[in-house]
Nanobody, 115 residues
């Protein structure tokens, strides 16, 4: 498995913005499926945004138009820019990457949106 280290998150008021970062030890994001998931209290983990191996992004309907997933291969970092945050976006967010069917996960980071 690959080590992924997440940065960012925290407490923000509704309508605010946050950016999450997910840094890998090597250049692995460029051609592998990668993405962001979240788990809210009492709920199952759900997809937030992913980039398929072909580079095409997929967003959950609940975040489309507000969140943007991006990759900086020069920094081996995956980002999730979150704008217009809502209280229902409160969750622990996880990044992942899929390399030859093996899934590696970041440690998770808490995002709390106050109303």
């Amino acid at each position: 498995q690959v080590q992924l280290v997440q940065y960012g998150g925290g407490l923000v008021q509704a309508g605010g913005s946050l950016r999450l970062s997910c840094e890998a030890a090597g250049n692995i994001f460029g051609t592998n499926a990668r993405g962001w998931y979240r788990r809210a209290p009492g709920k199952e983990r759900e997809l937030v945004a992913i980039v398929r191996a072909d580079g095409s992004p997929v967003y959950a309907a609940s975040v489309k138009g507000r969140f943007t997933i991006s990759t900086d291969s020069t920094k081996n970092t995956l980002y999730l820019q979150m704008n217009s945050l809502k209280p229902e976006d409160t969750a622990v967010y996880f990044c992942n990457v899929v390399i030859q069917s093996t899934v590696s996960w970041g440690q998770g980071t808490q995002v709390t949106v106050s109303s």
